[in-house]
């Protein structure tokens, strides 16, 4: 009973750092997307292309036999996160494991960035006829190579998954982009937009297909399967259909020389996941805080309570 006080005090100190910390987070995304353009790009590496504006005069592809939809949503269930937070977790453990292969420290890298189209299209009425065109945006994805174990991967990306979710981010860049388009000649904002996708290594997408066979003339479609311009040098297209999960993979030979390497990877990733699975017992779900959330909660804190002591005086 003495306890309870005392415990409850630093459960409202945990309430509120996090809050706070939130409030923090809020206006760091704020500044990022109003200076997305200016900040540095990502160090030079083996999956990331010398010049967005010099690129090769060939591609080169190559794709993943399908996997059941099944085993990814397996991992989910184990680890409480979603198929995205798994697909991303493993998209970083491979470009991990590739720059390692390349004879790279990924632990040497600050960053390692990759962008990925945002749907911004309204929610409309199934009995209205669809709007076709397209309307996303697109946002930055750290990833986290420099961790360890793919669990921690996958918890971190769960985590910056989770945060773009609440983000302000994605109604801000379309906001600004609508009114560079206006506003801004054609020819500056192409220069804009090739500088800023020169700052990412690679771009990324994730499609969610049928899950039921769709037939073409009475005959059933087996797979599906789209690749998209490597205007990045490495991107990676992701979709599901009929309950299996297939990844493509499109690259320029200045960054990724043999696709088979890097899918390599992937699918060692995504095994090494696995198998930590089965050794999985889980976590707290009480996330705790850094410091620095605390520290700020604290300098805040202690300054309302100034301003209440000079008030009372």
Request: charged letters at 20%; proline letters at 9%.
């Amino acid at each position: 009973r003495r306890a309870f006080p005392l415990r409850l005090l630093l459960w409202l100190l945990h309430a509120l750092a996090s809050l706070h910390e939130r409030t923090y987070q809020f206006f760091a995304d704020v500044l990022l997307a109003v200076f997305l353009p200016c900040l540095p790009g990502d160090p030079p590496n083996a999956v990331k292309v010398p010049s967005v504006r010099h690129p090769s005069n060939t591609k080169r592809v190559g794709e993943l036999p399908p996997l059941p939809l099944q085993s990814i949503k397996a991992l989910k269930n184990k680890f409480g996160v979603t198929v995205n937070d798994v697909l991303v977790a493993v998209i970083t453990g491979a470009i991990q494991r590739y720059l390692t292969l390349r004879g790279e420290d990924p632990k040497r890298l600050s960053r390692v960035r990759g962008l990925f189209p945002f749907n911004i299209r309204k929610k409309t009425n199934p009995d209205e006829p669809p709007e076709f065109g397209n309307k996303f945006t697109f946002l930055p994805m750290p990833f986290p190579i420099q961790l360890a174990t793919p669990v921690e991967r996958l918890m971190e990306c769960k985590r910056l998954c989770d945060q773009l979710k609440r983000s302000p981010a994605p109604a801000l860049l379309t906001g600004i982009q609508a009114v560079g388009r206006a506003v801004i000649p054609y020819s500056v904002m192409e220069k804009i937009t090739i500088d800023m996708l020169d700052k990412f290594t690679l771009v990324f997408t994730n499609v969610m297909g049928p899950q039921e066979p769709v037939h073409f003339f009475d005959r059933e479609i087996l797979r599906l399967m789209f690749y998209v311009p490597a205007i990045v040098g490495t991107i990676l297209s992701l979709i599901s259909y009929n309950n299996t999960f297939t990844l493509g993979l499109t690259t320029d030979p200045q960054a990724i020389t043999d696709p088979k390497d890097f899918l390599q990877c992937f699918s060692d990733e995504f095994q090494a996941l696995q198998a930590a699975a089965a050794s999985y017992e889980g976590h707290s779900r009480r996330t705790r805080l850094g410091k620095g959330a605390y520290l700020r909660f604290f300098f805040t804190a202690s300054l309302l309570l100034a301003v209440l002591a000079a008030w009372v005086v």
